[in-house]
């Protein structure tokens, strides 16, 4: 993991990073001989609209996947998240993978895009190999509207799969029901959790806050954790004085997006050594 990162290591870090990067990825998307080159990985995106705003098609250079797939390190990536999308689920929460809305909503939470991606899995006969998951934002942002957000669970309970959503309604069993999910579903999978980033609207504090949670539930679990609200140079000061890295001091600019992509993907490379595993579901 990262030290905090201060903005001038930040910037030097980017651009050393970047030249490093495109090689790399154009390493893996053309060398015949290299391992994943014929089998580069399967990654689903779930999320909120930082992962959003890429688009479906990752064409948008504001949003990070962008700059995952011009990478080329992926063989497909296939996008879950919503505008909106919180991890905390309400006690109105239904299984709902066919609602779409790109407003905070009861049904828009990351539970019902893993169901999604778990029935779309299932109809196509095809898993992916690494999962990310980078939601929280709104979570933090729009806390009076997640009511049991921050009640105490124990983050040991196995969830059966037809557990209720609207029987979990903490942000800690939410992450928790989310991860059972995923888990008895694609047990080769890489699971990779993002916390959300600083931003203009609510104070660092409350961010950290949620992203503690994320950390906490994720690493018990065994699951690596990457602390895009300390290891970034996107800070709440900096984006509510005068966005530098974010077009409204939320979401993303091109350079926000590909300072938070060449992070992620920092990560995920080292992960490509799952990537040739579960395929396809037996």
């Known amino acids: ?32 001989t290299h391992p994943y080159s ?15 705003i890429g688009g479906d098609s990752c ?17 497909k990536i296939d996008i879950y ?13 239904k299984r709902n993978p066919k609602h779409y809305t790109e407003l905070l909503h009861d049904d828009n939470v990351v539970y019902n895009q893993a169901v999604r991606l778990i029935e779309k899995a299932d109809k196509c006969n095809e898993n992916p190999n690494i999962i990310v998951l980078f939601a929280g934002a709104n979570d933090a942002w729009f806390a009076a509207k997640r009511p049991g957000l921050y009640d ?12 209720d959503p609207a029987s979990v309604t903490t942000l800690e069993g939410s992450i928790n029901l989310v991860c059972e999910l995923l888990q008895e579903r694609f047990p080769d999978a890489t699971l990779l959790f993002v916390t959300p980033l600083q931003m203009s609207k609510t104070d660092a504090e409350t961010i950290f806050k949620v992203s503690d949670i994320i950390d906490t539930v994720a690493s018990k679990k065994g699951y690596q954790v990457l602390r895009a609200d300390k290891e970034t140079a ?25 300072l938070l992509g060449d992070y992620i993907l920092s990560i995920l490379i080292p992960n490509l050594q799952y990537s040739t595993t579960s395929q396809h579901h037996n």
């Open 1 to 32: 993991m990262f030290n905090h990162c201060k903005p001038y290591k930040c910037n030097i870090f980017r651009g050393v990073s970047v030249v490093f990067l495109i090689l790399l990825g154009i390493l893996y998307a053309s060398a015949e």
């Open 38 to 52: 014929s089998k580069r990985p399967k990654i689903a995106l779930l999320g909120d609209s930082m992962t959003w």
């Open 59 to 75: 064409q948008n250079p504001t949003g990070w996947s962008h700059v995952l797939k011009e990478s080329g390190i992926a063989g």
């Open 81 to 93: 998240a919503r505008s909106g999308a919180t991890w905390t689920n309400t006690k109105s929460t």
């Open 152 to 163: 105490k669970e124990d983050s040991t309970i196995k969830y059966a799969s037809d557990t």
């Open 234 to 258: 996107i800070t709440h000061e900096q984006e509510a004085k005068s966005p530098k890295y974010t077009y409204d001091g939320v979401h993303t600019n091109p350079e926000g997006a590909h």
